[in-house]
């Protein structure tokens, strides 16, 4: 069977990683895959993962409002020349591509949209994909399935007009032996770090956006500082690293840009390492989130985490970790204080919990099964 992934495109993020994952593990004795690309950002981390796995890659180059009608006639004849049995958009721009694509090719193609996105408000959306979401809720009669990352995202687009009678929900699955415990990536951290070997570490792995709020981070670690000196922060993701201008800015409201507390690590490719390296981890996103995959790779890891109630977040840590509100430093400062005064040993009782949870719930193997059977479906 003929998979034509068709996705906004292959920086490193969540999505981009959902998709390898499911690339990596589908059983390519029964399945054919094909990836399409609306844009071209550079060679990324995802996009080399994937040529690795001997898929094809075609790239549209999509960069500017003029450059779009040209690639609308590239994607027709691609979809011609490859024939896939099912198209499946991955995330808003996407989605509204392939279902282009099998309309105006008038091959009848089954398509099938994938929704990695929560949506609050669409005033946090850029114009541009807060009209697209409206556009795509208008036309959710025409794909067989809507697939959404989490729960509150599929209840969130259903009040927003998508067809209910469409909606399915796949969570995002984890590699739990990749993503391990480890006492060596614990001291190898704290090792790059200078740090001793009982520091405690706070992790925060978010690229650079208003919706990460990092801003909410760094005001929540100034917080905890004043009663626990010999905490450490460590980010990690694109963008975050001091020659960031956004990142000079922030350090300097909060007096920050010297302090030997604060380590950006900016984009790296041992997150399985530097997760396992931290004591808590922490996701405090705004808004935006649908199945954060940083919160169960650190769950995976054997690492406690405290999240903002933002997506799927408070269902994923279930009992294992800790929730509060987004933008609300004091309160994430005081339940890192909480954290902390547990201690070592029932922290990694908390970790050991939560790794569990992710065997039991989101291994892998069972999420990719999940969408190898709904494909079946359309045979």
Not at 123 to 150: G, R
Not at 188 to 208: Q, S
Request: net charge negative; charged share 20%.
């Amino acid at each position: 069977m003929k998979l034509l992934f068709i996705i906004t495109g292959l920086s490193t993020g969540g999505a981009e990683m959902m998709l390898y994952k499911l690339l990596d593990r589908i059983n390519r004795e029964q399945f054919d895959p094909f990836v399409i690309s609306l844009t071209y950002e550079g060679e990324s981390q995802i996009s080399q993962r994937i040529s690795d796995l001997d898929i094809p890659i075609y790239l549209l180059n999509i960069n500017s409002k003029q450059e779009i009608l040209q690639a609308i006639w590239r994607l027709i004849n691609l979809v011609r020349k490859i024939q896939p049995d099912i198209i499946q958009g991955w995330m808003y721009h996407a989605n509204l591509a392939a279902q282009f694509a099998s309309l105006l090719t008038f091959q009848s193609v089954p398509t099938v949209w994938n929704i990695r996105h929560s949506v609050y408000s669409l005033k946090y959306e850029k114009s541009t994909t807060a009209t697209i979401i409206k556009l795509l809720a208008k036309m959710s009669s025409f794909p067989k399935n809507i697939i959404y990352v989490s729960h509150i995202s599929a209840k969130q687009h259903e009040k927003l007009g998508y067809q209910d009678s469409k909606s399915v929900v796949i969570p995002n699955g984890f590699d739990t032996e990749v993503f391990t415990p480890s006492i060596n990536a614990r001291n190898g951290l704290r090792r790059e770090l200078g740090l001793t070997e009982n520091a405690i570490v706070i992790g925060l792995i978010a690229r650079y956006h208003p919706m990460k709020d990092h801003d909410n981070f760094l005001s929540a670690a100034t917080l905890l500082l004043k009663k626990f000196p010999d905490i450490h922060f460590v980010l990690v993701g694109t963008g975050v690293q001091k020659e960031n201008s956004g990142i000079v800015s922030l350090l300097s409201d909060f007096k920050l840009t010297h302090d030997p507390h604060f380590h950006f690590l900016g984009e790296r490719q041992d997150i399985s390492k530097i997760t396992a390296g931290f004591d808590i981890a922490s996701l405090v996103s705004a808004w935006g989130e649908g199945f954060p995959n940083v919160v169960g790779e650190a769950m995976s890891c054997g690492v406690p985490c405290v999240v903002t109630d933002v997506g799927d977040s408070a269902w994923i840590v279930g009992e294992t970790g800790k929730v509060v509100p987004p933008k609300d430093p004091e309160k994430l400062a005081q339940v890192w204080q909480e954290m902390i005064e547990l201690g070592q040993e029932k922290r990694n009782q908390l970790g050991t919990l939560a790794r569990q949870r992710i065997i039991e719930n989101f291994s892998l193997d069972a999420i990719v099964e999940q969408y190898e059977e709904l494909y079946f479906h359309y045979a």
